[in-house]
């Protein structure tokens, strides 16, 4: 079975522009979460989707946005994208609530 | 704001040795832990995770231990290897009926040869 997906793998962006990261999880799960990780912070919960509901928000700004698919696929999006926001973006799915979560290989999104 | 801690950010271990690596958590209404391990360039592994309602569990190689009465959570890792070096992070679920997660800072482990 294939692992968590996350595409794209790297990227490098500028001040004041958006992007938009993708994760698709193992086949079969519906719980999908997305976290932050950054050298001075570690990681850090962003939200969780479960069956295309937002079920939780970590202390983001609302720059910081989601969605989740009918097919349990997720995206994230970051708009005006700050020198902070730089850090690796990680997935991570579970088939259901309460039970383990997969990571994905995450996404690291350098701004400049 | 929350968070779980880690007693030391690294450790040295020869290969052979067992390994303990420890943690501490401030919510004591968490009721499910997990352990990951995070290579370089990987996202963290799934290594052991353990609930509120046991102390004591163990994997291949691996032993999570629950301590509930002073928020102490424990990894051993038996005879080390050099693949066992990475950084590993306990995580604690505060939330239930959230996924949400938890993290410490990190161990990193070093396995000398």
């Known amino acids: 079975k294939a692992g968590v997906t996350q595409t794209p793998r790297y990227l490098i962006k500028t001040r004041g522009q958006q992007v938009t990261l993708s994760c698709s999880p193992i086949s079969g799960h519906r719980s999908v979460s997305w976290y932050q990780q950054t050298p001075g912070q570690g990681l850090q919960f962003l939200f969780e989707?479960?069956?295309?509901?937002?079920?939780n928000k970590g202390n983001f700004p609302g720059r910081f946005s989601g969605r989740q698919f009918s097919n349990s696929r997720s995206e994230m999006n970051v708009s005006t994208l700050e020198l902070g926001d730089s850090a690796l973006y990680l997935c991570?799915?579970?088939?259901?609530?309460?039970?383990?979560?997969?990571f994905g290989p995450g996404t690291r999104l350098t701004v400049l | 704001g929350e968070s779980v801690g880690l007693h030391l950010p690294t450790l040295s271990v020869q290969e052979g040795d067992n390994s303990i690596i420890n943690c501490a958590y401030s919510n004591s209404a968490s009721d499910y832990f997990i352990w990951y391990k995070q290579e370089s360039g990987k996202g963290p592994q799934f290594i052991i995770d353990?609930?509120?309602?046991?102390d004591k569990r163990q994997g291949q190689r691996v032993t999570v231990l629950l301590n509930k009465t002073v928020k102490h959570l424990s990894l051993q890792i038996a005879a080390t290897q050099p693949g066992d070096s990475a950084v590993y992070f306990c995580?604690?679920?505060?939330?239930?009926?959230?996924?949400?997660?938890?993290f410490g800072k990190g161990t990193k482990l070093t396995v000398n040869p």
């Open positions: 991570a799915s579970s088939y259901i609530q309460g039970n383990e979560q997969f």
């Open positions: 989707y479960f069956s295309e509901t937002q079920r």
């Open positions: 353990i609930r509120s309602n046991m």
């Open positions: 995580a604690e679920n505060t939330q239930g009926g959230s996924e949400k997660l938890v």
